[in-house]
């Protein structure tokens, strides 16, 4: 795959140590074939390809010889063993870095196998101004508020983003932003990790490409798409 030319030197975390609950099947979603290869391949694939330095994979307890097998020919990736939240698991990929830290790093779900490299340029060029910038898509429906199964309100769409992966940080400062969390409740997201640092937190545009599996039903677009003149006989 041709390599999309960075200017900014950047390292990648591919949080997978999930335990793909809403997808099922026998194992968690990110180790399930999509598109001929394991899930987790796919965004890992694509963000060296798209010039990522380094990326360390953050796997489940148990996996390490099976991640290890389908990621053994990959140069430049590590993988480690997660955490019991995703935030837990994002906290520890940064601490790998630590020994020597990159000025600029991608944290990604593996969830999202299909990364379009406009994202990633997006991100990294709004790095250069800020300190940290995330993939966002609007909402097209009118959105209500729920109270159990009741209407208890409305929100305004005009001001509601879809939030994606991967979100982009300078690696200092969101190193400071994780440690600095209290460890005792669930964030969201990096982005919220950051902004409740009191940082801010640019939106650039992302794509439904970036879209994430969640159930079984997301794995049934896994025949390989078929090309304009090729017959399905
Ligand atoms: N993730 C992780 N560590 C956790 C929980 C989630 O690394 N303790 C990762 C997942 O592997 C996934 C990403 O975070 O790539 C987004 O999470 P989600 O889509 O919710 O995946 P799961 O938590 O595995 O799925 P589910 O919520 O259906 O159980
Ligand atoms: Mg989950």
């Avoid at 975390?13 to 290869?37: D, H, S, T």
């Avoid at 932003?177 to 939106?203: I, M, N, T």
């Avoid at 992302?206 to 039903?217: C, N």
Wanted: glycine share 8%; with cysteine.
């Amino acid at each position: 795959m041709a390599r999309s030319a960075p200017h900014h030197p950047f390292a990648a975390i591919v949080v997978a140590a999930g335990k793909g609950l809403r997808a099922g099947g026998e194992q968690p979603k990110q180790f399930q074939n999509w598109r001929g290869k394991p899930l987790v391949r796919h965004s890992v694939e694509a963000l060296l390809a798209q010039g990522a330095e380094e990326v360390v994979v953050v796997i489940p307890r148990g996996f390490s010889d099976f991640a290890g097998k389908i990621l053994s020919d990959l140069k430049n990736v590590r993988t480690i063993m997660g955490g019991k939240t995703r935030r837990a698991s994002v906290l520890k990929a940064l601490e790998a870095f630590a020994d020597m830290p990159p000025a600029y790093i991608l944290i990604h779900d593996a969830a999202r196998p299909d990364l379009p490299p406009e994202v990633t340029q997006l991100l990294l060029e709004a790095l250069e101004e800020h300190v940290g910038a995330i993939p966002v898509l609007p909402v097209v429906d009118s959105i209500a508020v729920a109270d159990g199964d009741m209407m208890s309100g409305k929100a305004e769409r005009e001001t509601l983003r879809r939030v994606q992966t991967p979100q982009a940080f300078r690696y200092d400062e969101i190193m400071a932003a994780h440690r600095a969390w209290d460890r005792e409740s669930e964030a969201g997201d990096d982005a919220q990790v950051l902004k409740s640092y009191g940082r801010e937190v640019c939106l650039v545009e992302g794509s439904e490409r970036l879209k994430k599996m969640t159930f079984a039903e997301d794995f049934l677009t896994n025949i390989p798409a078929v090309r304009i003149g090729q017959g399905f006989d």
